[in-house]
């Protein structure tokens, strides 16, 4: 777990994901919630989908396909792992993706 002696990993490698047509045609904005872990060389794995949230903070059933581009995302990215006492350690954490229709 992230804190005490063990720092929070540093996304180094982030893109966004894509945006589903079906969230585009229903104009949602929101947040998917992922849970994943981040190992010991800053690779993303075992991400689990938990909610998805409007930009109101509410959470929503529907999911307008995001939970999948959000997953296929994470599971792309790269970060600088988390370390406790100077080493590399793996780590599980709440994984924030932001979709903004602009």
Do not use: H
Not at 2 to 31: H, M, N, V, W
């Amino acid at each position: 777990m992230i804190g005490g002696d063990t720092s929070k990993p540093l996304c180094i490698f982030c893109p966004d994901p894509e945006y589903s047509e079906e969230a585009r045609k229903a104009k949602f904005q929101g947040i998917v919630v992922l849970w994943a872990i981040v190992d010991e060389e800053g690779r993303v794995r075992d991400v689990r989908f938990q909610k998805i949230v409007d930009e109101n903070d509410v959470q929503k059933k529907e999911t307008f396909g995001l939970d999948e581009e959000a997953i296929r995302a994470v599971q792309n990215w790269r970060f600088r792992p988390s370390e406790r006492f100077g080493k590399p350690v793996p780590v599980y954490m709440v994984v924030n993706v932001n979709f903004r229709l602009y």
